[in-house]
């Protein structure tokens, strides 16, 4: 098929299938979707134009997280106050970010350096934490061997308009309402300037951070996102971002089809593994785009 807005010939089987596996992904981990749609949309469909490429990424974002996010809330696994504040904190994020974007990065070969520049420096956090500290393997061990011996149950709050605090499988987690908020802001940026969704940063920023358990970060990551999606789609189309419907809408089928998988593969693995798999896949994006 060829589109004549993207100015490519391109395979639907092909697409439908890559667009199934992002679906997948994204709604496992809460992160990586928008930079594999990224992936595709470079480098297997060959998209010369960086700013179709971004929006087309977040479309297919969002449309993973209204498939994902009801399953979460139905499994209990939103801490939907933290998906809030970030989201709240990502709307002016947003805004600049595009705007710079479009303005200042519209081809593939000036983003492509910061986009894996990024994803690169996030891979080897999560490794960092993984297997040089010794507290936070302690940490996944105790949250996987108490999901095995009982029913994670509900999230019970105790909001302040300072600080927010809950309670999940007899343990407490704490921390400032700002802190959240400056994230929101600062993932937002660095998200729609690339074209991304930012789970990217958020999943470490939640785990490592604010030391939430990874059995709610995918969720709570996704919620948020949502918000910021929303507000840096549409200054893209103001902006002059265009789209092609029938390629996109290949894309929509399939990222929605891999999105109801999903989160019931998420259910059924360790956190440890969830972030190795998290790690080394942004590693691998991170040095293929900046050789």
């Known amino acids: 098929m060829h589109s004549e807005i993207l100015g490519i010939d391109y395979n639907p089987v092909l697409l439908l299938l890559w667009s199934f596996f992002v679906g997948l992904v994204f709604s496992t981990v809460g992160a ?102 010794k507290s936070s393997k302690e940490r996944i061990k105790g949250i996987e061997q108490r999901l095995k011996e009982k029913s994670p149950g509900g999230i019970n709050f105790d909001v302040s308009p300072l600080r927010i605090t809950f309670r999940y499988l007899g343990e407490t987690y704490s921390f400032s309402t700002f802190s959240p908020l400056a994230a929101g802001f600062v993932v937002a940026v660095v998200s729609s300037a690339l074209g991304v969704g930012g789970g990217f940063l958020l999943v470490p920023f939640m785990v490592s951070f604010l030391r939430i358990p990874m059995f709610l970060v995918p969720g709570t990551s996704a919620l948020s996102i949502l918000i910021t999606m929303v507000v840096s789609i549409g200054n893209y189309v103001n902006l002059g971002s265009r789209f092609d419907p029938v390629f996109l809408g290949i894309e929509v089928v399939g990222v929605m089809a891999g999105s109801f998988a999903g989160p019931h593969l998420s259910r059924k693995m360790g956190e440890k593994k969830l972030r190795l798999a998290l790690g080394a896949l942004l590693m691998y994006i991170g040095i293929r785009y900046l050789l």
């Open 32 to 133: 990586a979707g928008g930079i594999l749609s990224g992936v595709g949309h470079i480098s297997i469909f060959g998209i010369p134009f960086a700013n179709n490429i971004k929006i087309m990424n977040q479309i297919l974002v969002i449309s993973s997280t209204l498939i994902s996010v009801p399953s979460y809330f139905l499994q209990k696994r939103v801490v939907y106050i933290l998906s809030f504040l970030l989201g709240i904190g990502s709307i002016a994020g947003a805004l600049i970010g595009s705007t710079l974007s479009y303005r200042y990065l519209p081809d593939v070969s000036s983003y492509k350096p910061v986009f894996g520049l990024f994803t690169l420096l996030v891979s080897l956090k999560i490794f960092q934490e993984i297997f040089l500290s």
